[in-house]
């Protein structure tokens, strides 16, 4: 399966932006779903992972409440929407998926997701 994100640009702190990924078939609905982020000098982090019907979802801990991870089947498309953003979000996003089930302590974990995109840089300036 081939993801492709799409949505990242440059936004002021403060702001908001939303994240796409297109996934290219429609196995789509069987993956977990998954958002990571990489910052210059920083290993990939995970950000927040979906369900496979849309729930359950989970977020790390520095974007709950501000970033909502959601999924659309029908149209093979995973979002992430976020607000308030800071300079600390400033990354690569990348959007991954895990055709394992849901266990919580190992959704987190890079090694479990099975197919990544490219990528898509968001930039938060001050």
């Known amino acids: 399966m081939q993801l492709v994100e799409s949505g990242g640009g440059l936004v002021q702190a403060g702001g908001s932006l939303r994240l796409s990924c297109a996934a290219s078939d429609s196995s789509f609905k069987d993956y977990i779903m998954g958002w990571f982020r990489q910052a210059p000098g920083f290993e990939r982090e995970f950000v927040a992972a979906?369900?496979?019907?849309?729930?359950?979802?989970y977020y790390e801990e520095s974007v709950e409440g501000r970033f909502i991870i959601s999924r659309d089947n029908a149209k093979n498309m995973v979002y992430l929407h976020m607000e308030n953003l800071s300079l600390d979000d400033t990354a690569v996003y990348y959007c991954?998926?895990?055709?394992?089930?849901?266990?919580?302590?190992?959704?987190?974990?890079?090694?479990?997701?099975?197919?990544w995109g490219q990528g898509t840089q968001v930039t938060v300036s001050a």
């Open positions: 991954a998926a895990n055709e394992n089930v849901w266990i919580k302590g190992v959704i987190q974990l890079e090694g479990s997701y099975d197919y």
């Open positions: 979906v369900g496979k019907r849309g729930t359950p979802t």
